[in-house]
Structures are given as C-alpha cells and as structure tokens.
C-alpha cells in the first residue's frame, strides 16, 4: 500500500461527549501529525450529524471515495484522544496493515476492553502485551471508533461480497449486531488482518461517565 496521501477523519457526530473537550483535543492529534512529524500530507473532514451509526459511518465511505481519501481514521467524539493518536494508527497504516486500532473500554462496563485476541473473550492489558510482536497485536475482533481502515478494505468487500459495509442488523447471521461486529465479520470472512498498538488507548467519555483504559491517562484530566 502506498503512504497516504489524504487522510479522512471520520467523525460519526451524535452529540454525544464533550465536544468542546474533544474537538481541542482532535485538533491537537491533527497539527501534531501534519505539522509536527509530517504524516499527513493532507485531510479530509468527513462528517455526519445525528445520524444512525451503520447509516454514519456509510456515508462517511462512501463521501471518503468522492474526496479521494487513502484511508478513513474514525475517532469517535465520546472519545478522548491523545496527542500523538492520528500520527500512530497513519504509521501502522503506511507500515502495511489494512485496520489498525487503538484501545478503549466499554462505555457501560469499564472492566471491559473493546478487543478480542481470540474468539469470545474480550482481551486484557497484560495478554495484549504478552503477544505483541514489534509493537502490535492480532487481533480478532475491535471496536471501530479508534482505528484506521484503507479505503481498498471496503473496495475489496464490495468486490467480494456487497454492501452494506455496515449494518445494525445481519441478515446473514440473524442476530442484531452493532455496525462495526457486522463489519469486521466481513473483514474476517476475506482474511483480512487487524492489529493493535496496545500502548494506544484512548479515554471513552460517556452518559456514565469517565472509563479510562489506564489509571494514569494523561486525558482523564479532562473528566474531572
């Protein structure tokens, strides 16, 4: 894959989190990866407003082709971000891998952390850690409101299988899902890869309040 060129920023806005709070912090990921360590050469807002997510994030793909964008970072705006986010998940996309994510956990339950290593069971810190190899991890399964994702992934599923790339609903397994589980099983059906830096974590904001991914994030200043 070539380095990309245009970055999107995929912004799904439900008005949800601290906005002030997070468009300062966006803005500081944005000037430290175009600015300071010259990552991007050039980006692309690409955002919905107060849209269903499977709906937000499509329109997001398919407004993402019409400007020509290499790849779609989506930072959710519940998310708080640090500094050098966009420049590490565009390094791990320019380095080769197709998806690439950071860490965040689940909004309801913050023992949680939205990643599978393996099948059924949701990943921690330290097993992260004990099977990262150059920095990151296979993984099975993520959340997509931290990641990266090259617009040849969604190419290749149109391609391959259809749309929609992303759903509420999948016919196709006959459960309801939430929009990213119905689009990494089809990442998965293709073979396609995902890693994870499991030093990147971003702080999820929510209605219920601050869950940090680790004691000691530098953002949870922000939810005091």
Request: with cysteine.
């Amino acid at each position: 894959m070539k380095p990309i060129q245009n970055l999107g920023i995929g912004l799904p806005n439900y008005n949800k989190g601290h906005l002030g709070i997070f468009y300062m912090l966006l803005h500081a990921a944005i000037v430290h990866a175009r600015y300071v360590c010259n990552a991007i050469p050039a980006y692309t807002w690409l955002v919905t407003e107060n849209d269903a997510v499977d709906v937000a994030r499509t329109r997001i793909v398919q407004n993402a082709r019409e400007k020509k964008c290499d790849a779609i970072a989506y930072i959710d705006t519940d998310l708080f971000i640090p500094q050098d986010a966009l420049t590490r998940l565009v390094m791990m996309s320019n380095a080769g891998h197709p998806i690439a994510s950071g860490l965040y956990r689940k909004a309801k339950d913050p023992c949680i952390l939205l990643c599978e290593r393996m099948p059924g069971t949701w990943s921690t810190l330290e097993d992260l850690k004990e099977h990262e190899e150059g920095g990151l991890v296979n993984v099975f399964n993520i959340a997509g409101g931290f990641s990266i994702v090259r617009m040849e992934v969604y190419d290749l599923i149109e391609q391959k299988i259809g749309r929609p790339w992303y759903c509420n609903y999948d016919m196709q397994a006959g459960d309801q899902s939430y929009e990213d589980t119905y689009f990494f099983r089809r990442v998965r059906q293709l073979g396609i890869p995902i890693v994870v830096d499991p030093d990147l974590h971003a702080v999820h904001w929510s209605h219920f309040g601050p869950v940090p991914v680790v004691e000691d994030q530098p953002e949870m200043r922000y939810c005091v």
